[in-house]
């Protein structure tokens, strides 16, 4: 965590001062990218390949492509090791929707 702080003065001599914090994540690689809920997605952008893995949780896996058509569906569970695969997708951009418990997560998937 980086914090910055500023004093600014005017010409008549009133100042103010203001802070922030800013935190940076660690970078994981080009080649996967890991969600603040633990949601790991690999690689993107992809050739139409791509993993996904949860936390040991349940999880109901939709891919939409730009219109909102629903092209993949899939649940991640102790049976598939809550990993899955997903690929033949065609050149584009598509949304991954994650649905576990009472939180979702949506993630931009490029398809080159």
Same mark, same amino acid.
């Given at each position: 965590?980086?914090? !910055?702080?500023?004093?600014?003065?005017?010409?008549?001599?009133?100042?103010?001062?203001?802070?922030?914090?800013?935190?940076?994540?660690?970078?994981?690689?080009?080649?996967?990218?890991?969600?603040?809920?633990?949601?790991?997605? !690999?690689?993107?952008?992809?050739?139409?390949?791509?993993?996904?893995?949860?936390?040991?949780?349940?999880?109901?896996?939709?891919? !939409?492509?730009?219109?909102?058509?629903? #092209?993949?569906?899939?649940?991640?569970?102790?049976?598939?090791?809550?990993?899955?695969?997903?690929?033949?997708?065609?050149?584009?951009?598509?949304?991954?929707?994650?649905?576990?418990?009472?939180?979702?997560?949506?993630?931009? #998937? #490029?398809?080159?």
């Amino acid at each position: 965590i980086f914090n !910055y702080s500023v004093i600014g003065t005017s010409s008549l001599g009133c100042s103010a001062n203001a802070s922030v914090s800013v935190k940076i994540n660690a970078c994981v690689g080009i080649d996967s990218y890991v969600l603040n809920n633990g949601l790991r997605l !690999y690689p993107n952008p992809n050739a139409g390949e791509f993993t996904v893995e949860v936390p040991q949780v349940p999880t109901q896996l939709f891919v !939409y492509n730009l219109l909102g058509e629903e #092209i993949i569906r899939a649940e991640l569970n102790a049976q598939n090791n809550f990993k899955t695969k997903i690929s033949s997708l065609s050149k584009g951009i598509y949304v991954l929707t994650c649905i576990a418990e009472q939180s979702q997560v949506s993630r931009k #998937i #490029i398809v080159e």
